[in-house]
């Protein structure tokens, strides 16, 4: 596709619910990120695929959560028993090369009722 | 320390002034830099790459200064579209770093 594409772009969940994001990124694209951000916040890395490996989980704020990527391509991020403070806007994004520009897309708005 | 320093802001300026943000970074070893702009409830968009020597788009210029480790950027006769919020974002081994923001309001 011509930009990341990211699904759902809205969901609303009871809390204790299981939610699934996904992104597929820019084609050719090596790198894909996932960040998280609140209302008003700035953006909290989560994690980091180069190709289907994730040499960077180190934003991951609990085991609730967890990523995977396939084929060097779509990658879907799993919060298991969703709590309210999980409330915010996911963004995934990509870039060619690492530390090459990076390309987001438009989100995956999370509300944990 | 956090790796991005931006300040908050909001910076409220009339349209026609001429606006400047600076932001810090801690990490010699950073690569590369860019400013990215957000509008609210929307994604990050890369608004430029900043180089040292320096680089100019329109109304728009970014300075890196890797000896002082800041980046600046200064935009000439500000526009109400201009309203927005301005990331400073740095990476390092393959990590993005973004600072949380300064908010732009332009008045008419």
């Known amino acids: 596709g011509a930009g990341v594409s990211q699904s759902p772009s809205n969901k609303v969940t009871e809390k204790g619910k299981d939610v699934e994001l996904r992104c597929d990124p820019i084609s050719g694209h090596t790198a894909l990120y996932w960040y998280r951000q609140s209302l008003g916040q700035g953006l909290e890395f989560l994690i980091y695929?180069?190709?289907?490996?994730?040499?960077?989980k180190s934003g991951l704020p609990s085991d609730r959560f967890s990523a995977e990527r396939t084929g060097g391509s779509v990658s879907t991020l799993t919060i298991q028993r969703t709590q309210q403070e999980d409330s915010a806007v996911y963004l995934c994004?990509?870039?060619?090369?690492?530390?090459?520009?990076?390309?987001f897309g438009e989100g995956s708005w999370l509300t944990v009722v | 320390r956090k790796e991005v320093e931006q300040d908050p802001g909001p910076f409220n300026v009339p349209e026609g002034a001429t606006v400047a943000f600076n932001c810090t970074y801690s990490n010699s070893a950073s690569q590369s830099f860019f400013w990215y702009r957000q509008d609210c409830r929307k994604e990050p968009k890369l608004l430029m790459s900043v180089y040292s020597s320096g680089n100019e788009d329109g109304r728009f210029t970014a300075q890196l200064n890797r000896a002082s480790q800041y980046i600046s950027l200064l935009i000439r006769d500000s526009k109400l579209s201009d309203s927005a919020t301005y990331l400073c974002v740095v990476t390092s081994f393959n990590k993005f770093y973004f600072g949380s923001g300064t908010k732009l309001n332009v008045k008419p």
């Open positions: 695929f180069q190709g289907n490996s994730a040499p960077d």
């Open positions: 994004a990509s870039t060619e090369i690492s530390g090459n520009t990076i390309y």
